[in-house]
């Protein structure tokens, strides 16, 4: 029959973020504070959890997800605020470097004192410091003080003490992280050892391969609320999914001049939402004030809704982030409340807000913005475009009617019948060229490059992609008259400048024929051999290319490293695998 050495039941552990160091002292002191002076951040959120006794259990995450503040709990070092944690066995934790040793004692020394904390006798410390040291592999410094370890040999010596005698429940918390691989591979067997003989093992790392390699079970914790729980391949499988997903979003958010968060909001409150945003014509946060009263949106005759500033609710509202985006607080300006656009040092020097479509029809849409400025604002109204993954112009907003007097300027939306979730992840259905600068963009042909785009093998629109995993590119094209065979190309760098990939239409034999009005061209890769890393993208059509020739030729249509894309590693693979992903082929010769 089996037995639970940890159960846990509704677990919440909420804690108190202070806007100064004197409040968090004088709540530690129990002195009241007022709540306007902390925030709550809730770290575990009805946490539950059953753990039998000889599990080998993984706790996955991102930093910050929650898992150490679970590991406190059950090794009693933090009480949960409501709740229930039960543990049958005695516990030890391998929690962080810098904890548990003296520094000034000797190796040998810490070996002594904690193996007699555990209430070990003197005859079965000394048998023990023997195979520890052996264990460890620190001969040469076990008789030296422990300031002078590496976090490598550190971890070494603290893994060895808290193994030397077989706990209950042993807690692992990333300190592997700072060994070498081939100590880690001896702690991993330890474990499995350990596990054998009826310990419970709880392991974190961020080491997938590791992960696997020793846990049957894996557990992911996200943002304080266990996600998944299962077998171990399983979740991890889940877990990288996410963290893809999150890299695509970090990768969308720099084309979107927006935080992860607001890109998240905008691309899962409904599919219907468009981003809008007005920035100085020079690129930047305009030093006058701008104040906007309300932004009107529909279609037609038919007005389909308002956003009023500090009344606006989700989904179409102004995204206002301090630190980020450059609107100002509410204010009543000439009567009305209003929000202004001015440089509130925001990083991202925009002034943006979103707008739901649902239910309004695609044809004659129209966004008009009320608003009053000085004679010297100029500004540009610009629409993000999912599928170009850059803001496009729309119109410039210039002052009118003095400095009282509210003014109004209204666009109309380009047309986008059909459907609209396959017009967003098919790159051919643009037709508009992209809006680069003479520095990012450069040709005089007859053909131009009016879209390219990453696509994963599931046919899905991406800026990530799986080094290992079959993915294409297109780019899409309008021709002004017939074009005869030209050379399409790709070039993919390193952020430092080097080019780590370049596919070239023209190497291979290929003839593109004569290319007239529009079209798309597609490059699969099959698989993808990029290795993991960010990079920048430059895709190009040439009249001609000589591949003997090191000069660059001169370009219908270039441009000059204008996409991001992001190449993550394959699912379990943890090691460094380089720029280049190369399979090979094995054989023993005798």
């Not at 009305?336 to 020097?349: E, I, Q, S, T, W």
């Not at 093998?457 to 008259?481: C, D, I, P, Q, W």
């Not at 993550?568 to 380089?578: A, F, N, R, Y």
Request: with cysteine; aromatic share 8%.
């Amino acid at each position: 029959m089996s037995e639970q050495t940890i159960s846990i039941d509704s677990v919440v552990k909420t804690f108190h973020r202070f806007q100064h160091p004197g409040w968090r002292a004088l709540d530690a002191l129990g002195i009241r504070v007022p709540k306007s002076k902390y925030d709550e951040f809730v770290a575990l959120h009805k946490v539950s959890l059953s753990i039998e006794r000889g599990e080998k259990v993984a706790l996955i995450g991102r930093n910050g997800a929650g898992k150490s503040t679970l590991l406190r709990v059950i090794c009693g070092q933090m009480r949960p605020d409501s709740g229930r944690v039960q543990i049958a066995g005695n516990v030890q934790a391998l929690m962080e470097l810098g904890t548990g040793f003296h520094p000034d004692f000797t190796g040998i020394d810490n070996i002594r004192s904690a193996l007699a904390f555990q209430g070990l006798s003197q005859a079965r410390v000394d048998r023990a410091i023997d195979e520890i040291v052996d264990f460890t592999e620190l001969e040469d410094f076990i008789h030296r003080p422990i300031r002078e370890y590496s976090a490598g040999m550190y971890a070494r010596l603290a893994f060895a003490v808290a193994t030397a005698v077989v706990p209950d429940i042993l807690i692992v918390d990333e300190i592997l992280g700072a060994g070498d691989a081939y100590f880690v591979g001896k702690c991993i067997q330890r474990m499995r050892n350990l596990t054998s003989e009826g310990a419970t093992v709880l392991f974190v790392s961020h080491d997938m391969s590791s992960v696997q390699l020793l846990c049957d079970r894996g557990v992911w914790i996200d943002r304080g609320r266990v996600r998944a729980d299962g077998d171990v391949l399983s979740v991890s499988k889940l877990y990288l999914a996410s963290v893809r997903e999150d890299e695509e979003i970090r990768t969308r958010a720099r084309s979107m001049s927006l935080s992860k968060a607001m890109v998240r909001a905008a691309s899962t409150e409904s599919a219907a939402i468009s981003l809008f945003r007005l920035i100085g014509t020079d690129g930047r946060a305009p030093s006058q004030a701008f104040a906007v009263s309300e932004i009107r949106f529909g279609c037609g005759d038919r007005i389909a809704g308002t956003i009023h500033p500090g009344r606006d609710k989700a989904p179409s509202r102004m995204i206002v982030e301090l630190g980020a985006t450059n609107w100002s607080n509410v204010e009543i300006v000439n009567g009305c409340p209003a929000r202004k656009f001015a440089d509130l040092g925001g990083r991202f020097v925009h002034a943006p807000w979103q707008i739901d479509w649902s239910g309004v029809a695609t044809s004659e849409r129209w966004v008009e913005v009320v608003y009053l400025a000085s004679s010297k604002v100029a500004l540009s109204l610009d629409e993000f475009d999912p599928i170009k993954q850059r803001f496009v112009h729309l119109t410039e907003v210039v002052a009118s009617g003095g400095l009282t007097e509210w003014s109004t300027v209204r666009v109309m939306l380009a047309s986008n019948d059909g459907d609209e979730e396959a017009v967003a992840k098919d790159v051919s259905s643009q037709s508009e060229l992209l809006v680069l600068s003479s520095v990012d963009r450069y040709g005089s042909g007859p053909i131009k490059i009016t879209g390219f785009g990453f696509f994963d093998s599931g046919g899905e629109y991406r800026h990530t992609l799986v080094s290992g995993e079959v993915a294409s590119a297109t780019m899409t094209f309008v021709a002004a008259e017939a074009v005869k065979d030209p050379v399409a190309v790709i070039a993919i760098y390193r952020p430092d400048g080097a080019c780590a990939l370049q596919v070239i239409s023209s190497r291979s034999g290929m003839r593109l024929g004569t290319l007239e009005e529009g079209g798309r061209i597609k490059a699969v890769f099959s698989p993808l051999l990029l290795g993991p890393g960010d990079y920048v993208v430059s895709v190009a059509l040439f009249k001609e290319l000589n591949l003997a020739a090191s000069q660059e030729p001169k370009a219908y249509d270039l441009h000059d490293r204008c996409y991001a894309l992001k190449i993550l590693p394959p699912d379990g693979i943890g090691v460094e695998i380089g720029i280049v992903n190369q399979p090979a082929t094995w054989e023993i010769q005798w």
